[in-house]
């Protein structure tokens, strides 16, 4: 990502929306909490400035001092407010529902028509994630939108 920018997904992520508005600036990263930024997604142009800062304060890491946390969450959260110019923070668009609200995509219903992507979290889930088509047109929550989206093109409830 470095190197060559782009994008950088987790494999618990579903894209529901073009990433090219987010693609002007040399970061974008989305909120997970107040206090830290979420790394499951990552957008970035060649030789950004904030990456190769961020690289250095990972070569410092070592895992027997500190938690894996610090360094892949909340590090870019307090280089983002040392060097605010060189990232662009989503705050509500990439991250959430978050994980301390994963009920709300798994149980009720949440609003993610401004989304650009949806985090399924593949640990720790309230419930499974369905495994087929059928078995997503029975769910009347945010994942059943969200997959008959991917699958129809469509959040409608397709054989209820």
Request: charged share 25%; net charge negative.
């Amino acid at each position: 990502l470095l190197d060559n920018g782009g994008i950088y997904l987790d494999s618990d992520i579903l894209v529901v929306k073009s990433f090219d508005p987010l693609r002007v600036y040399e970061v974008t990263m989305g909120r997970e909490n107040p206090q830290w930024l979420n790394n499951g997604i990552i957008i970035a142009e060649p030789g950004s400035m904030f990456l190769c800062v961020w690289r250095a304060i990972w070569s410092r890491y070592r895992p027997y001092f500190w938690n894996f946390g610090r360094y892949s969450m909340s590090s870019p959260s307090e280089l983002s407010k040392i060097i605010p110019q060189h990232i662009h923070v989503e705050e509500d668009s990439l991250q959430k529902p978050d994980g301390h609200s994963k009920h709300l995509l798994y149980l009720d219903k949440y609003d993610w028509s401004q989304n650009y992507a949806v985090h399924v979290f593949k640990h720790d889930r309230p419930a499974p994630i369905p495994e087929s088509p059928q078995e997503t047109d029975k769910l009347d929550t945010t994942l059943g939108e969200v997959m008959r989206f991917v699958y129809y093109g469509s959040k409608e409830l397709r054989n209820r």
